[in-house]
């Protein structure tokens, strides 16, 4: 197998084990079998779609380190200004994960690498998971082609939690990282910090580091000590 090398690394946490499926149960199923091989050659992979910090790139992340090697990983935010050339090798992988497919679409020779990328996959009985912020219907593909391609593969919307599968989810990202987070500490960092996860993630990576550092659990006032909030903030 050809080995395509490239300046990336998938993120430690980016796992199934990880990721909280409430809501999106169907489509995490559906990432398992692929990423196990299942499906066949009439399983062409799947699109998945939804808001910014969902989730879509943790899923991607997650498919590949379930699959290995026969797997690759491609965020076309990182790669876009590397030019199509980059896609060239990727169909000798059993699954190909390629995150914001929009910020390419729009330019021909992108759409043109894609279309080649997609006949060669299918051709070969090999899978495609597509991750974007809208649904295919709305993606402004040019390449009539290319857009029949992608139009072959089921779609899955990719569900944002409300506050309290936030808080859930925190504690289990909490506890992959050997850490106890107390409902109440999570409340207290979902009221005063950014709602989206990406950023409530962050945030518990920062209190990880300083709680290591102390000595202390994630209590709510370390972490107002840490976040240097007022004691009635």
């Known amino acids: 197998m050809n080995q395509l090398v490239l300046p990336l690394r998938l993120a430690d946490h980016a796992v199934f084990a990880s990721f909280y499926s409430h809501g999106n149960e169907s489509l995490v199923a559906t990432l398992r079998e692929l990423a196990g091989g299942a499906g066949g050659r009439e399983a062409h992979g799947c699109w998945l779609w939804g808001p910014e910090s969902a989730g879509k790139t943790h899923l991607l992340q997650a498919v590949c380190d379930r699959?290995?090697?026969?797997?690759?990983?491609?965020?076309?935010?990182?790669?876009?200004?590397?030019?199509?050339?980059i896609l060239e090798g990727l169909a000798s992988r059993e699954l190909?994960?390629?995150?914001?497919?929009?910020?390419?679409?729009?330019?021909?020779?992108?759409e043109a690498a894609l279309f080649d990328l997609c006949n060669q996959l299918f051709d070969a009985?090999?899978?495609?998971?597509?991750?974007?912020?809208?649904?295919?219907?709305?993606?402004?593909i040019r390449l009539a082609d290319l857009a029949s391609r992608l139009?072959?593969?089921?779609?899955?919307?990719?569900?944002?939690?409300?506050?309290?599968?936030?808080?859930t989810a925190l504690q289990l990202r909490a506890r992959?990282?050997?850490?106890?987070?107390?409902?109440?500490?999570?409340?207290?960092?979902l009221k005063r910090s950014r709602r989206d996860m990406a950023s409530l993630y962050?945030?518990?990576?920062?209190?990880?580091?300083?709680?290591?550092?102390?000595?202390?659990?994630?209590?709510?006032?370390?972490?107002?000590?840490v976040l240097n909030l007022p004691e009635n903030g």
């Open 96 to 110: 190909v994960c390629i995150d914001d497919v929009e910020t390419v679409v729009g330019d021909a020779d992108w």
């Open 151 to 167: 139009s072959r593969l089921p779609v899955f919307h990719v569900h944002a939690l409300d506050d309290e599968h936030r808080v």
């Open 202 to 225: 962050g945030l518990l990576d920062k209190l990880d580091l300083e709680a290591l550092r102390a000595q202390r659990r994630l209590t709510v006032p370390f972490v107002r000590d």
């Open 176 to 189: 992959h990282r050997g850490l106890d987070l107390p409902g109440e500490t999570a409340r207290y960092l």
């Open 67 to 85: 699959a290995g090697d026969r797997s690759v990983y491609i965020p076309l935010s990182k790669f876009a200004v590397s030019g199509p050339g």
């Open 125 to 140: 009985g090999s899978q495609l998971i597509v991750a974007a912020g809208m649904a295919p219907r709305e993606c402004p």
